[in-house]
Structure formats: structure tokens, C-alpha cells
């Protein structure tokens, strides 16, 4: 036998708190799901952390922005940004590949489901000055503020979710 030494985090501790955490991403691999695009993405020091985003549409216009927003939220594979025609908002072309988005850092929710934590698939980005694409505290507030309606669902859907399971081995058992 030997004498060995080794690190623990403190109980309770902040790198599993509910709310807003920067997190640095160590993998990226596109896939499919039912014939949708994701990206299921890992992250440094997180190894049991996972976030799997799935491409989404706009109604209207088709244009995918689940995939784009993380691209683009990431500050990864942005290749250059463009004048819309109508001035409004500005066209971003990126490089969709995974890889871009490895070693990035994104702002990731994470949350409780009984005594576990979870993450929600909405990312938002850091504070940052990039080539093409920079986000200020303001900015980074505004759509940290736009993802929450979109997360407390994914919450109230991921509890709902447990406490059916939680009542159907109750059931079972009794």
C-alpha cells in the first residue's frame, strides 16, 4: 500500500450551481437524430456534461438558427459578415464544420433536475472582441435574457419528466 493524494471539489460546489457558467468546449461531432442535424458538443472539465443541439427552423423563412446561433454565439468558423440589403441585420457566413467550435468558450445554463445538474441545449456568448463578430456586456445580457424563456421550459419539461418517473416506481412498487 501507498500514501497518495488527490483533489476534490468542495460539496456544494460552483461548478455545478444552477444558473449561467462559461465553459470552455473540448469536443464537437455532428450527427443526425430522425433525419435532424445536431452537434452534441462536450466540455473542458465537464466530462459527464454534454449539450446535443438540434437544428431548427423559422416558419417563415426556413432558415436554420439553432446550429447558426451556436456557431455564432461561439465566435467560431465565422468567415465574414455582410451588409443585408435592407440594412437591418447583417448576413454572417460561417464555416459549419465542428471542429471550429472546439476550444471556444460559450456562456451554458445549467439547472436541477432532483439532485442532479443538466444543461440547456441554449447557449449564449462571452464578452468578446472577434474579427467579424464582437459581443459587449450588454449584449451578452440581452441574449442571455432572450434564452430564458426557451430554458424554463426545457426545466418545467425535464421535471415533469422525473416526477412521471418518480410517481410510475412509486406505483410499481407499492
Not at 449539450?51 to 467560431?76: D, G, H, M, P
Not at 441574449?143 to 416526477?163: E, L, P, R
Request: aromatic share 8%; net charge positive; with cysteine.
Amino acid at each position: 500500500m501507498a500514501i497518495k493524494t488527490t483533489t476534490a471539489a468542495p460539496v456544494g460546489s460552483e461548478m455545478w450551481r444552477e444558473g449561467w457558467h462559461e465553459m470552455v468546449i473540448s469536443k464537437a461531432k455532428a450527427g443526425k437524430w430522425n433525419d435532424t442535424d445536431l452537434i452534441d458538443l462536450s466540455f473542458k472539465d465537464r466530462d459527464t456534461l454534454k449539450i446535443r443541439v438540434f437544428a431548427n427552423y423559422n416558419k417563415e423563412t426556413n432558415q436554420e438558427f439553432s446550429l447558426a446561433n451556436l456557431f455564432k454565439y461561439a465566435n467560431a468558423g465565422i468567415v465574414s459578415v455582410l451588409e443585408d440589403p435592407t440594412g437591418k441585420r447583417p448576413v454572417i457566413q460561417y464555416d459549419d464544420d465542428p471542429n471550429n467550435l472546439i476550444g471556444k468558450t460559450v456562456n451554458v445554463y445549467l439547472f436541477k433536475v432532483g439532485k442532479y445538474s443538466q444543461a440547456s441545449n441554449r447557449i449564449a456568448p462571452i464578452v468578446q472582441e472577434g474579427e467579424h463578430l464582437s459581443y459587449n456586456e450588454k449584449d451578452v445580457e440581452a441574449i442571455k435574457k432572450s434564452c430564458m424563456k426557451g430554458i424554463q421550459m426545457q426545466i418545467d419539461k425535464a421535471n415533469s419528466k422525473a416526477k412521471d418517473k418518480e410517481t410510475t416506481s412509486t406505483s410499481t412498487t407499492s
